[in-house]
């Protein structure tokens, strides 16, 4: 990897000069556990041709998820949008049900996928999740249901939203996508509302390949779900629900197992990353990185941060496009699920009521982080953005100037 040293605007990719890493740093690089472990356990799997369908390496992932987050029932699925599917339908969610904007689209979509209606909710300048007073404001006769997103692994505010659920005799369920072996008050995510939901996808702190699960400690609630991931089979040619294919293969179950056992590790890193971000873009005008209360347990698989363009001059769209001209592809996590179709056609105007979701998502960008990047590449992501806003009049000058001459398609992503 090359890693030239910049000190000046000129040497920038933009502006002419050779991109800062020859490979490209990606925000969502999967962590990988022991590749001798999983490539054993792979063998063994194949050995006894026992590929999907239960298994015992479903049987040991599941166990293992619902211990670390201190739950009851763990049910393992091929991915999140499925386990939020399957949770909602589960939890006879119809209607109409309130949602932050401010997640991946997969929240919305997985109630739209059903003829659900996402009520889009406005979020916490702060916390980024669910602002429990507007919720409350957006409730009609028609909603059914409340989903919380742990955006970043950060825990909503759940005892405010669980009062209101319960006030409003509304279903909850927390897309906790973000937030496995997160806590709140000491006590581990997963256990809160009706039922959690985690993503063990690539792109995850702890990743099964693709897969998902839903956690509950309501048992009626645990043996509805199992039997919808599979089709509502409850035993040969007989069915009790309507079900799908929600199930997880013994080869991601085995990936999520091997994954688990360098938890630590993979923790430990990210930990090393966001405090070598904080540390070294401290002091930098109008920039700051979202924090975490490190007296909870906290994954740490998402350094957010945030663009004060009143200060930094050059604004986050410029940032974004230098950072892509230097092979670091920083990501605009989240757009705003009201922005994205089929819900800006149907919700033109859904942008005046969530004007901290439209602030957010103008301000805010994901940095690389994960086993696959280092100190040292930390260092140099640090150092790249610290010369771009100490410089910001000039860096956004230039940037309109690159436009102005070669339009928009001068942006790089
Ligand atoms: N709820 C929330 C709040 C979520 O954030 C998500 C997913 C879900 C629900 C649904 O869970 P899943 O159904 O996905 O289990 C990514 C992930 O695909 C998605 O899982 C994640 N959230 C979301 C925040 O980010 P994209 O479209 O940005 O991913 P993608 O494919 O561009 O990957 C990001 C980067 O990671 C790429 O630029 C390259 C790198 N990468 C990716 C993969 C898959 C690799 O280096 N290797 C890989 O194998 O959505």
């Not at 969502?28 to 001798?36: H, K, L, M, T, V």
């Not at 839903?214 to 089979?233: S, Y």
């Not at 909870?296 to 974004?320: G, H, I, K, M, P």
Request: charged share 25%.
């Amino acid at each position: 990897m090359t890693q030239t040293l910049k000190i000046s605007l000129d040497e920038l990719a933009v502006f002419g000069g050779s991109p800062a890493f020859a490979e490209q740093l990606h925000v969502g690089r999967p962590n990988i556990g022991d590749q001798e472990k999983f490539q054993a356990r792979v063998a063994d799997i194949l050995e006894r041709r026992w590929l999907t369908n239960g298994g015992p390496y479903l049987e040991k992932f599941e166990e293992q998820i619902a211990a670390l987050a201190g739950v009851k029932h763990c049910i393992a699925m091929c991915n999140g949008t499925v386990a939020l599917e399957i949770a909602i339908r589960a939890l006879g969610m119809t209607d109409e049900v309130i949602v932050p904007s401010f997640t991946f689209i997969a929240t919305a979509h997985a109630l739209q996928w059903q003829e659900i209606t996402p009520v889009f909710c406005d979020v916490d300048p702060n916390t980024h999740s669910l602002d429990p007073v507007k919720l409350e404001q957006l409730i009609t006769p028609r909603t059914t249901g409340i989903i919380g997103v742990h955006v970043w692994g950060r825990p909503c505010e759940v005892e405010a939203l669980s009062e209101i659920a319960k006030r409003h005799q509304l279903k909850l369920l927390f897309d906790a996508a973000h937030a496995f072996c997160c806590s709140h008050k000491g006590q581990m995510i997963g256990g809160f509302g009706d039922a959690e939901v985690f993503s063990f996808h690539a792109t995850k702190f702890i990743n099964s390949l693709e897969g998902g699960a839903v956690v509950t400690n309501d048992t009626k609630l645990a043996e509805k779900i199992q039997l919808m991931r599979n089709f509502g089979f409850t035993g040969y040619d007989k069915t009790e629900y309507i079900g799908t294919n929600g199930k997880l293969d013994e080869v991601s179950a085995a990936m999520g197992l091997t994954n688990l056992e360098s938890m630590e590790e993979f923790v430990d890193i990210n930990r090393r990353n966001y405090k070598q971000y904080q540390h070294e873009l401290s002091g930098v005008k109008g920039l700051s990185i979202f924090e975490f209360d490190e007296s909870e347990q906290c994954n740490f698989q998402y350094v957010v941060l945030d663009v004060e363009e009143s200060e930094t001059v050059v604004n986050r769209e410029q940032l974004l496009e230098i950072l892509h001209g230097e092979n670091i592809l920083v990501r605009r996590y989240f757009p705003g699920c009201h922005r994205m179709e089929p819900y800006s056609s149907r919700f033109p105007q859904a942008g005046l009521v969530l004007p901290e979701t439209e602030r957010l998502s103008q301000r805010v960008l994901c940095l690389p982080t994960g086993t696959a990047i280092g100190p040292d590449a930390v260092s140099l992501i640090c150092e790249i953005i610290r010369t771009v806003v100490s410089q910001g009049t000039e860096a956004r000058e230039r940037i309109l100037r690159r436009e102005m001459q070669f339009g928009q398609g001068a942006r790089l992503r």
